[in-house]
Structure formats: C-alpha cells, structure tokens
C-alpha cells in the first residue's frame, strides 16, 4: 500500500469514530428519554398509559423494520434540510441518528425493565416523585445494563456506517465499496474490513469491563 | 389511645385473566400511637395488599384510611408523597439501592427530601449506628448479609423520622436467630422513638415476640382481632387456630379420636395436669404435639391431646380438666 493509500485509512478511521461517536451521542440524546417514556407508559410501569405506549410502541417497530440502507436513501430531503447536503461523513449522521433513537429506544427500555420492582416500591413509599425514581432509582440501578446496551449500540453502529459507504457516506465503509469493491483492490478491502472488525471489538471488550467495573452486585 | 391509624371498610379487587379476585373484603381496624400491632394470615390473605393500602401503594376501592387523623384518600399527589415520608416501611426482601453504598442507600430519603448532602450523611452515620453498622458504611449491600441488609433498611426508615413503620414480611427470608435480633431491633426503636409499628407476618411466632394487639387475615376478610396473649389462649376463629396449629411446625400424627388443646400460662406449667388425668381414669391419653412459646416475655405452653375413642369417657375428662385444673381446655374440631 502506498503512503496515501494508508493515510486515506487514517482519515477514514477518524470519520467513522466521528459518525459513530457523534451519532450514538445523538441517539441516546432522543433514545434515552424514548425508552423511559416507553418504560413508564408500559402496563406494568410506573404510570401506566396505553394510548402514550401504543403510539410509541408503533414508531419505534416501524422505525426498527426499515432496513438502514433504505432509510438512508429514505430521509435524503431531511438530512439535505439539516446540513444541506446528503453526501460524505457529516450528513450521514443524520440517518445513523434516526436508524439508532428507536433502536436505543427499546435497549434502554429492557435495561429499566431488568432494575428491581421491589426498590421502586421502596421509593415509592419513602415519597420519591417519579422525576426522582427515574435520576435516583431507575437510571442508577439500571447502569451496568445501561452500558451494555450501549456497547451493543456502537458495535451495530458501526456496522451502519460501513453500509454508508455506498451513499458515500465516507469512512472505512466507504473506502472499503470504492477501492474494494470497484476498483479491485482486495488488499485495501481486507484491510478497513479488519479495522472495522478491530474496532467493535475494542468497543465490545471496553464496554464490557466498564460495565463490570460499575456493577456493584458483584465483584467487590 | 390515640389512633394513629385507622381503617374502615376497607375493600379491594384486582382484575385478572380468571376474572375479579377479592383480596380485601370490609376490613376495618384501629391502631394506635406507639402500639406494635401485628397482621397475620396465611399467604393469599391479603395481608400485603392491606398494608400497601395504608401508605396507598395500593388504591383501595371502597373504604377510609385515616393516618393521624387525616384521610389518605384526599390527598393530591404531592401532599400523598409528603406524608409518606412519615410511613416508612421494610420489606422481606430489603429493596435496598444495590449500586449505592450503604451510606448512600440510607442518605436516600434525605436526599429525596430536599436535605443538603452533608448534613445527611451526618445524620445517616448516626442512624447506622443505630443498628450497629456504621463500619459498613462505604460497603455494598451484596457485601453484606441478610440480618445486615434489613439492618439497614430499618436505618433508612429512620432517616425519614416516621412515625409509623410498617414492616412487610421482614424477617420472612431470615433465619430464626437473625429473625430474633431483628425483632428486638424492631421493639428497640418502637420504644425509643414511640413509632406506631405495624408487622405483616404469616409466623405466630413473630406475633407472639413482639405484638400487643393483632388481627387475623383470612381470605380478605377479618377474622379475628385480639390481643395476643388472648389470641394464643382462646383462638376463636379456625383461621387463627390454624395459625397457632401451623406454627408449632410438627409432623401431624394420624389421628382418629377427638382432639383437645391445652394452653398452659406460666402460673400452671408446675402442675402434672396431664400425669393426674391418666392417674384419675387409669387411661391413657395420646399426646399429638406439645410446645412452649414466649409471648411479650412470658412463657406459654400448648399441648395436643388425643382422647380415648370412647365418648363418655373423653366427655368425662374434658369435665375434670375444666373442674379441677387451672389451664385453659378447648376441643379441636379441625386439627389435622
């Protein structure tokens, strides 16, 4: 490989930790407070409220059914829109964005549902309001499982930004449909393709210890 | 005495996929400042749901919960969750923060409460110490066992400054021992702070260490309500005979004759009443199972006794036993 050909792998790397960083960020930014609505709206949560679960319960399936690659092409005039393009590493944020709020929606969801009934109940009568069972209850018990679920996040991320690349959508992804793929150099293809792989690994195995580290129900 | 709580025709229904269940049924009852009044019923009694009634973990469906004379149903959302702040409450399975630490699980009801974070964590060492754990402060609750983790559950109530404390079960996941110290604990603060305590049991024997007053739950309804010793002396309803009958906890011999209790008080466990029966008849008796508990500090006995089958004969016995003993002689018409 030429001088360039690895710095254009250097570049590429840095844009896909940027979408990928930036838009896991944005999805939790709209996820998280999606996934606490459907927690407490549920039968069984804290205020239960079927018609509020039913609404978001259907857009999160519909958001989840679209496959990424056409909700990619899908929302070209909204992301235009935002940033005024729908091409290279900045507009794809946008639809990694929206492919990740329902999905982080329901992991968020499931987390909170694994955090004890019983503790809630303990807050509850101590005369904890829900805005406080949520930061104080919910969120803190819920962490370990909270960074799983983030870690999956990135690792699937990831693995949108890579399917970007065809939209050129820029990063590894992208480097690796252009000279892989079009141009036949294998070499480069196998190369971004172990970076990636190399990357959620890195992700999953940091993931994994930090969620460790903070779980204090075992390990101490 | 005043009442602290008070509660009437308090009824309750869930829905279910097998239709409405009742799981409390016109139950009403007093309790008051400073009293230690026990609920006891086996499980499905309602027991729980009537005391999730009480700090409204539960919205009953008909009836009146006056805790210190105001009527918890009229409460809006924010005054509820001020005054439940004045009920706290254990439960058999503790329901501590288990990502906080010891100290921060007990600073939680000051935090919740608006106290500034220094002065809570003042005042939660001081509760620690309390229950005698202020060394595990920095721990986790998975470090700590049982008995501890109730301990400081019961620490926690008391960063609140209830004056009730209702206690779910509490002791129903620990061992006899740690069962007995946590009682004591129990007894200690009831006597220290005067907090109105309020015990769910399905143990007679927890009732009988340390409860004045209780009722029995069966099937929603209330069956029995009494003092303990009474209750333990003359049960008069067959819910609360199977309570005593359960708590001895023996294997059932098989019986076919008729069945007497005798219950024993301290004055009389000197007396051979059993010996002098068989010396007056020449006949044996059977004895099924014998027990001896301690209720509020005093001891009291019970006794299972098979009767000869021949009828006159028991009849007799059960006339000479009123007549010329001191215990107190019941037939058992549903011992098993």
Redesign the interface.
């Known amino acids: 490989m030429s001088r360039a050909e690895i710095m254009m792998i250097i570049t590429g790397i840095g844009e896909t930790l940027l979408m990928v960083f930036v838009s896991t960020f944005c999805g939790y930014v709209f996820g998280l407070p999606l996934g606490i609505a459907l927690y407490m709206s549920d039968q069984d949560g804290i205020r239960p409220n079927r018609t509020l679960y039913r609404i978001l319960d259907v857009i999160v399936n519909i958001g989840r059914s679209i496959p990424f690659i056409i909700l990619l092409i899908l929302i070209i005039p909204f992301t235009r829109m935002l940033v005024g393009k729908s091409y290279g590493t900045i507009a794809t944020i946008v639809p990694l964005t929206v492919s990740a709020i329902p999905f982080i929606g329901r992991m968020v969801e499931s987390s909170l549902k694994e955090v004890d009934k019983g503790v809630i109940e303990a807050a509850q009568s101590m005369g904890a309001s829900d805005l406080q069972i949520i930061t104080k209850v919910l969120l803190k018990e819920a962490r370990p499982s909270l960074i799983n679920g983030a870690t999956i996040a990135l690792g699937t991320i990831v693995g949108y930004s890579a399917m970007a690349g065809t939209v050129g959508g820029g990063g590894l992804g992208d480097i690796a449909i252009r000279y892989g793929y079009y141009r036949y150099q294998t070499n480069i293809m196998l190369v971004t393709v172990a970076i990636i792989v190399i990357l959620v690994q890195l992700f999953q195995f940091a993931g994994n210890r930090l969620s460790r580290i903070m779980d204090k129900r075992k390990n101490q | 005495m005043y009442p602290m709580i008070s509660v009437s025709h308090l009824s309750k229904t869930f829905e279910s996929k097998s239709g409405t269940v009742t799981a409390l049924s016109d139950v009403s009852f007093e309790v008051g400042k400073g009293e230690i009044f026990g609920i006891i019923g086996l499980s499905g009694a309602g027991k729980s749901t009537l005391v999730r009634c009480l700090?409204l973990?539960e919205k009953p469906d008909e009836g009146k919960i006056m805790i210190d004379n105001e009527d918890m149903m009229e409460l809006n959302d924010k005054a509820?969750?001020?005054?439940?702040?004045k009920?706290?409450?254990i439960?058999q399975?503790f329901?501590?923060?288990?990502?906080?630490t010891i100290l921060a699980n007990v600073c939680?009801?000051m935090?919740?409460?608006g106290v500034s974070r220094s002065e809570a964590k003042k005042k939660a060492l001081d509760y620690l110490k309390v229950v005698g754990l202020e060394e595990k402060a920095r721990?986790?609750?998975?470090?700590l066992s049982g008995g501890q983790k109730q301990r400081v559950?019961i620490a926690?109530v008391l960063a609140?400054n209830p004056e009730i404390l209702?206690c779910d079960e509490a002791t129903s996941a620990l061992d006899p021992e740690t069962t007995k110290s946590i009682l004591e604990l129990i007894k200690d603060i009831n006597r220290k702070y005067n907090i109105t305590v309020v015990v769910i049991t399905h143990e007679m024997a927890v009732i009988q260490e340390i409860c004045n007053r209780c009722i029995v739950l069966e099937d929603g309804k209330l069956a029995e309500e009494n003092t303990v010793e009474e209750l333990f002396r003359h049960p008069k309803t067959s819910a609360a005979r199977r309570l005593i009958f359960n708590s001895t906890n023996q294997v059932r011999s098989m019986s076919s004759g008729r069945v007497l209790r005798i219950a024993f008080e301290e004055a009389n466990t000197t007396e051979p009443v059993i010996a002098n029966l068989i010396l007056e008849f020449k006949k044996p008796v059977n004895i099924l199972e014998s027990n001896i508990s301690h209720i509020n500090g005093k001891s009291r006995g019970q006794m299972m006794v098979q009767l000869p089958d021949d009828d006159k004969l028991a009849d007799k016995m059960i006339a000479y036993l009123k007549k010329n003993t001191s215990v107190d002689v019941a037939e058992v018409s549903d011992y098993e």
């Open positions: 700090n973990l509820l969750r001020l005054k439940r702040r009920i706290g409450m439960f399975s329901n501590l923060l288990m990502q906080d939680f009801p935090e919740i409460a721990a986790y609750p998975s470090q559950a926690r609140s209702l």
